[in-house]
């Protein structure tokens, strides 16, 4: 069974600053989707980015981008220029590309902006 | 597209009584997710429906959990006889197709007194 790892139960950073969450995962699969997803407080957890485990570069989404090390089985997530609406907690999910359509989340980081 | 829509949002229930959620989601997505997330835990997989055929269920989802999706539109989520245990809240997810992104709703906060 694949499993997913954040190791960072809380984070904060100064506003306009550049802070990284992590993520590691285990999975014998080879082909497989991560992602990184927002959830404000009381508002639905919306997607930010996602990575392909096949495609080597590294997925980026204006002020969000990954670092992908598939051998190591990690998966962070840089935000920059970091803004008060960026105040979330964050979880790191995967998906099998066999047919299984479960998302696998971790146990997320709660990210603080401090103004 | 007016987003993936719970209801209610918020329930207390005493033990022993059933509950049903509902999720509507959003038009034209043929594939529907059932998590539970509990407090300081990630959400946690229970089912999902490609139109209206139950494809999947976690061993999360005991005998006293069951989901239905009549004519692929719309689903329901029914625990039977709740305990403290069920206290969560329970999440929906749709998407369009294979691969594609999974949009969520905002939940439904279930207490058990």
């Known amino acids: 069974a694949q499993t997913v790892t954040q190791s960072q139960p809380e984070m904060s950073v100064q506003e306009a600053e550049t802070v990284t969450l992590s993520c590691t995962y285990d999975?014998?699969?080879?082909?497989?989707?991560l992602f990184w997803y927002k959830q404000p407080p009381s508002r639905q957890m919306i997607l930010v980015i996602r990575q392909e485990a096949y495609k080597q570069q590294n997925a980026t989404e204006n002020r969000f981008s990954v670092n992908f090390q598939k051998a190591a089985k990690s998966f962070s997530l840089k935000i920059s220029d970091s803004q008060l609406g960026d105040a979330a907690m964050y979880f790191c999910a995967y998906r099998s590309n066999f047919g299984n359509e479960k998302l696998t989340f971790g146990t997320g980081t709660r990210l603080t902006i401090i103004p | 597209d007016t987003g993936v829509s719970q209801d209610p949002r918020h329930k207390i229930t005493k033990r022993g009584q059933n509950v049903t959620f509902r999720c509507d989601p959003i038009?034209?997505?043929?594939?529907l997710y059932w998590y539970r997330q509990t407090l300081g835990q990630g959400p946690e997989f229970l089912t999902y429906f490609q139109n209206e055929a139950q494809l999947e269920k976690s061993r999360l989802l005991s005998d006293r959990f069951s989901a239905e999706r009549p004519k692929g539109s719309f689903s329901t989520l029914e625990i039977q006889r709740t305990e403290q245990g069920d206290s969560a809240m329970y999440l929906c997810a749709s998407s369009r197709s294979l691969n594609t992104e999974a949009f969520f709703g905002q939940g439904t906060r279930l207490t058990v007194v």
């Open positions: 999975t014998s699969e080879s082909d497989y989707y």
């Open positions: 038009s034209e997505h043929n594939r």
